[in-house]
């Protein structure tokens, strides 16, 4: 199993990236897809997930409003459109694909690579 995910980089605040993560190895339409982030000197937390057929959506309170996920299961491809970005974003971001337990939680089965965002002027 791989993600790959790409597309961090540094932004000034206020600015937008685009992560994407190509999903392999296993059957991408059968999972919940999303992304987690690490600041430094901080716990892993939950950003943004999507479940299987995109019907579903959650969003942590810090980044709802400013980030969008998606997934296009044709192209074995998750994203998370971010924008209106502020410094404390500045993480590693990694996408994961998992399930759903009842109540919304979603639970990594794989981790990719993280790719990291900088928000600085």
């Known amino acids: 199993v791989q993600l790959q995910a790409s597309g961090g980089g540094l932004v000034q605040p206020g600015g937008s990236l685009r992560l994407s993560c190509v999903g392999s190895?296993?059957?991408?339409?059968?999972?919940?897809m999303a992304w987690f982030r690490q600041a430094p000197g901080k716990e892993r937390e939950f950003a943004a997930g999507?479940?299987?057929?995109?019907?579903?959506?959650y969003y942590a309170d810090s980044v709802k409003g400013r980030f969008t996920v998606s997934r296009d299961n044709a192209k074995n491809t998750a994203y998370l459109q971010m924008n209106n970005l502020k410094p404390e974003d500045t993480a590693v971001y990694y996408c994961?694909?998992?399930?759903?337990?009842?109540?919304?939680?979603?639970?990594?089965?794989?981790w990719g690579q993280g790719t990291q965002v900088t928000v600085s002027s």
């Open positions: 999507i479940n299987w057929n995109s019907a579903s959506t």
């Open positions: 994961i694909a998992g399930g759903i337990r009842k109540g919304g939680e979603i639970v990594p089965t794989w």
């Open positions: 190895g296993f059957t991408f339409d059968r999972f919940a």
